[in-house]
């Protein structure tokens, strides 16, 4: 059985206590590796590795970081189906969506920011003719990047690629659902010449291991990704050390469709926000609003479509859909499965757990796709995260209404609109509180966009250039103009 390794100055070690965690096969519900339990002294070792490569790390050309990086997207490139076979174990996601999603954007994330970098220019202001400011940007130091289970390569890449080229250094923790693509990703990284510490990879729980870097003081830069209530207890160790910290957390994210959209289009895109990766992705469009006129339309379609989604072993390449990524998390779903019926949903699909996956799989964690109605947008179902294969269907008449809809839950983090009407299209994607609205497409990613969430979603923005700011500190220089004498002009 494979027995992962924290990554610390450079060196695969295993965790000073010798403890190890069981790693679960979520297709099988049987472990198939281990996972370090590591806690407070593997991360003050990685800390200390971090503190020890920084001032050179921070202080090399950007062109010489830049060039490491590059290296790293080019190996991840070249280990694409070795990597992609492993998150498809981890997490139970379809080997197809791991392929074509998950390890191309990881190798995107690293090309992305190793470029950016040499491109990030500081602001200067001239105040009058009495001095010039510029603005130095300088990396703060040793950074902690911890990263959630459902797109674990993917999301873990997009913290460490920026913290790394604008010369951080960094501890980072995975998921311990789902610690192998990070792993491998520490072997590549050695491959690479990546200087010891300046990249570490801690694992463990969040507990043990993620509670130890949050509240180390010399950890000040804190980038998570996960749920809001972890977030919350972040935001409470953080704020007397006064880290910069940036929070990307949960949503229950609007899907809005009205009558002049189109639903060749809609369909099939909404079946991918509603059921890629079962679900389990923040951007999920899992409340679906449609104008009333076509929601009989649009419900025959769309749950016929979702009936005839391929659930099966990830590893096979015809499967749609995979396993959920945990048992608790199986678990989860489930008992929101049956609060929608308590509440007077009706299921209208799906609803059922451990579908005819025979074989290896008869013991995974399979929910079939799930389409809900009949719930009031107050519901519980409807308004917390499931983060699952299940999304609700619910009818508006009005703009107005359907935008109370919307912006009707603690949450603020993505919403799609699909219209033919562009005066609404821009009016809505004016009211809709959300970090980001899409028009007529969704997970339409560019990494140059600022990427995070409003109200209970987040605080603080990733991608492009937010993400090379977050990592820096600004410092303004004021270089005073002292008056020409010769010149005679006032100050
Ligand atoms: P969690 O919040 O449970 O965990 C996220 C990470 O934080 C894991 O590595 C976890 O470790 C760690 N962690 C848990 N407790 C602490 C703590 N006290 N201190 C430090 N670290 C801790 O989220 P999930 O892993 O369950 O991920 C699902 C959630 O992530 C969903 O709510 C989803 O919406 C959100 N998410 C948000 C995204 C966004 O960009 N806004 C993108 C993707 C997901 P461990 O699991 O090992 O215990």
Same mark, same amino acid.
């Given at each position: 059985?494979?027995?992962?390794?924290?990554?610390?100055?450079?060196?695969?070690? +295993?965790?000073?206590?010798?403890?190890?965690?069981?790693?679960?096969?979520?297709?099988?519900?049987?472990?198939?590796?281990?996972? +370090?339990?590591?806690?407070?002294?593997?991360?003050?070792?990685?800390?200390?590795?971090?503190?020890?490569?920084?001032?050179?790390?921070?202080?090399?050309?950007?062109?010489?970081?830049?060039?490491?990086?590059?290296?790293?997207?080019?190996?991840?490139?070249?280990?694409?189906?070795?990597?992609?076979?492993?998150?498809?174990?981890?997490?139970?996601?379809?080997?197809?969506?791991?392929?074509?999603?998950?390890?191309?954007? =990881?190798?995107?994330?690293?090309?992305?920011?190793?470029?950016?970098?040499?491109?990030?220019?500081?602001?200067? $202001?001239?105040?009058?003719?009495?001095?010039?400011?510029?603005?130095?940007?300088?990396?703060?130091?040793?950074?902690?990047?911890?990263?959630?289970?459902?797109?674990?390569?993917?999301?873990?890449?997009?913290?460490?690629?920026?913290?790394?080229?604008?010369?951080?250094?960094?501890? =980072?923790?995975?998921?311990?659902?789902?610690?192998?693509?990070?792993?491998?990703?520490?072997?590549?990284?050695?491959?690479?010449?990546?200087?010891?510490?300046?990249?570490?990879?801690? $694992?463990?729980?969040?507990?043990?291991?993620?509670?130890?870097?949050?509240? $180390?003081?010399?950890?000040?830069?804190?980038?998570?990704?996960?749920?809001?209530?972890?977030?919350?207890?972040?935001?409470?160790?953080?704020?007397?050390?006064?880290?910069?910290?940036?929070?990307?957390?949960?949503?229950?994210?609007?899907?809005?469709?009205? =009558?002049?959209?189109?639903?060749?289009?809609?369909?099939?895109?909404?079946?991918?926000?509603?059921?890629?990766?079962?679900?389990?992705?923040?951007?999920?469009?899992?409340?679906i609003?449609?104008?009333?006129?076509?929601q009989?339309?649009?419900l025959?379609?769309?749950v016929?479509?979702?009936?005839?989604?391929?659930?099966?072993?990830?590893?096979?390449?015809?499967?749609?859909?995979?396993?959920?990524?945990?048992?608790?998390?199986?678990?989860?779903?489930?008992?929101?499965?049956?609060?929608?019926?308590?509440?007077?949903g009706r299921i209208l699909?799906?609803?059922?757990?451990?579908?005819?996956?025979?074989?290896?799989?008869?013991?995974?964690?399979?929910?079939?796709?799930?389409v809900i109605t009949g719930l009031?947008?107050?519901?519980?179902?409807?308004?917390?995260?499931?983060?699952? +294969?299940?999304v609700t269907v619910t009818p508006?008449?009005?703009?107005?209404?359907?935008?109370?809809?919307?912006?009707?839950?603690?949450?603020?983090?993505?919403?799609?609109?699909?219209?033919?009407?562009?005066?609404?299209?821009?009016?809505?994607?004016?009211?809709?509180?959300?970090?980001?609205?899409?028009?007529?497409?969704?997970?339409?990613?560019?990494?140059?966009?600022?990427?995070?969430?409003?109200?209970?979603?987040?605080?603080?923005?990733?991608?492009?250039?937010?993400?090379?700011?977050?990592?820096?500190?600004?410092?303004?220089?004021?270089?005073?103009?002292?008056?020409?004498?010769?010149?005679?002009?006032?100050?």
């Amino acid at each position: 059985m494979t027995r992962i390794l924290n990554y610390i100055k450079g060196e695969m070690v +295993p965790p000073e206590a010798g403890a190890f965690l069981p790693n679960i096969e979520p297709a099988t519900g049987a472990p198939y590796s281990e996972v +370090p339990d590591s806690d407070s002294e593997d991360v003050e070792r990685a800390v200390a590795a971090a503190e020890s490569a920084f001032p050179a790390w921070s202080s090399a050309p950007a062109s010489e970081r830049s060039r490491l990086l590059l290296r790293v997207a080019e190996l991840i490139e070249q280990n694409l189906e070795r990597l992609a076979r492993a998150e498809s174990i981890d997490t139970g996601k379809p080997i197809r969506l791991a392929r074509s999603l998950d390890i191309p954007r =990881a190798a995107s994330n690293f090309r992305f920011f190793a470029t950016a970098t040499l491109h990030f220019a500081s602001e200067s $202001h001239a105040t009058d003719l009495r001095a010039i400011n510029y603005t130095l940007r300088r990396p703060r130091g040793v950074a902690g990047l911890i990263s959630p289970w459902n797109l674990p390569l993917y999301l873990m890449s997009w913290k460490i690629a920026p913290a790394l080229a604008t010369g951080n250094t960094a501890v =980072a923790k995975p998921s311990e659902i789902t610690p192998m693509t990070a792993y491998l990703l520490s072997e590549l990284c050695r491959e690479a010449g990546l200087p010891a510490g300046v990249l570490n990879i801690v $694992h463990g729980t969040g507990a043990k291991a993620g509670a130890a870097i949050t509240g $180390h003081p010399r950890v000040g830069t804190i980038s998570f990704t996960g749920g809001t209530k972890t977030g919350a207890e972040i935001g409470r160790v953080c704020a007397p050390f006064f880290k910069k910290v940036a929070l990307e957390l949960g949503g229950k994210n609007p899907n809005i469709i009205f =009558a002049d959209a189109g639903l060749e289009e809609v369909i099939p895109v909404s079946i991918r926000s509603s059921f890629d990766n079962q679900g389990q992705i923040c951007l999920s469009g899992s409340r679906i609003f449609v104008e009333r006129a076509i929601q009989k339309e649009f419900l025959e379609r769309f749950v016929e479509r979702a009936k005839s989604l391929v659930v099966g072993d990830p590893l096979e390449e015809s499967t749609e859909q995979g396993a959920l990524t945990s048992k608790a998390q199986f678990d989860k779903v489930l008992s929101y499965l049956q609060l929608a019926q308590r509440e007077g949903g009706r299921i209208l699909c799906g609803g059922e757990a451990r579908p005819a996956v025979g074989g290896r799989c008869a013991r995974g964690y399979f929910i079939r796709p799930t389409v809900i109605t009949g719930l009031p947008v107050s519901s519980r179902v409807n308004q917390e995260e499931i983060f699952g +294969p299940v999304v609700t269907v619910t009818p508006f008449d009005s703009e107005d209404e359907v935008v109370a809809y919307a912006n009707g839950t603690p949450y603020g983090l993505a919403a799609s609109l699909w219209t033919q009407n562009l005066s609404r299209a821009h009016r809505l994607a004016e009211r809709i509180q959300s970090g980001t609205v899409w028009i007529n497409c969704w997970m339409l990613r560019d990494l140059r966009v600022p990427f995070g969430g409003m109200k209970s979603s987040g605080v603080g923005r990733e991608g492009g250039l937010e993400a090379l700011r977050f990592f820096t500190e600004p410092r303004n220089v004021c270089i005073h103009l002292p008056a020409n004498p010769a010149a005679g002009s006032a100050s």
